[in-house]
């Protein structure tokens, strides 16, 4: 067990729809960070925050947005849905997101498009 | 831009023997950090090693070591006395300054028993 809490673990819904994923970071870690698995796609770095700060932006498309609370859990926001946004989501969470610092994975949300 | 090339698409190996997973890098920071992440079948991703630039030591956990050769820019995994229970998908990862992580592709390991 990571420490790093996803909810839902699956998502199903359909075009044109709008989702939220959310993420509970481990006790202590301050950092949270987005990740889209697709198959032809491999592991995609969307999003970084620390604190309650966006710090580092990816791959992330205008259709998504995320934000971390003051409580320090996290929410992605996938709306207009399209069939290839159908993935595997990962939130994973580091003490500070520094490069010595290794990120713990929560065992994502698996979306389904139809 | 930073960059991870992991060449090895798939590999298989025997039950208690050792493998090495081929990992190489591309940063023009000078201080970075390397890591490994195991992906089972059941999906999660699971840390397993770490070594950063200036380590000047392999790093070394459990049956995982890191062969870190940094003017070759490469950070191989060897995985010791292969279990069954090995049998995954392996990333390696590069993170600096810019604070995003980069993934490799990934290397799908077989053990067979």
């Known amino acids: 067990d990571s420490g790093v809490t996803q909810t839902p673990k699956h998502l199903i819904t359909a075009t044109g729809q709008r989702v939220t994923l959310r993420c509970s970071p481990r006790?202590?870690?301050?950092?949270v960070y987005w990740y889209q698995q697709s198959l032809d796609q491999g592991l995609q770095f969307l999003i970084q925050y620390y604190n309650g700060e966006e710090r580092a932006k990816g791959n992330i498309l205008e259709r998504f947005s995320a934000q971390q609370f003051p409580d320090l859990h996290s929410e992605l926001n996938l709306s207009s849905l399209e069939l290839g946004d159908s993935a595997l989501y990962f939130c994973a969470s580091s003490v500070a997101g520094y490069s010595n610092q290794p990120q713990h994975f929560g065992d994502g949300t698996r979306l389904s498009i139809l | 831009a930073q960059k991870i090339t992991q060449t090895q698409p798939g590999m298989f190996v025997q039950e208690k023997e050792a493998v090495t997973l081929d990992c190489t890098y591309d940063t023009s920071d000078q201080s970075y950090g390397l890591f490994w992440y195991k992906q089972p079948s059941s999906g999660e991703m699971i840390f397993l090693i770490y070594q950063g630039s200036y380590d000047e030591q392999n790093a070394t956990e459990g049956r995982y070591s890191l062969n870190f050769q940094k003017a070759r820019k490469s950070a191989n995994l060897v995985i010791s006395a292969s279990q069954l229970g090995d049998s995954a998908m392996y990333f390696c990862?590069?993170?600096?300054?810019?604070?995003?992580?980069?993934f490799g592709t990934g290397t799908r390991l077989k053990v067979l028993a």
């Open positions: 006790s202590g870690d301050l950092s």
């Open positions: 990862a590069v993170l600096s300054g810019t604070y995003k992580y980069i």
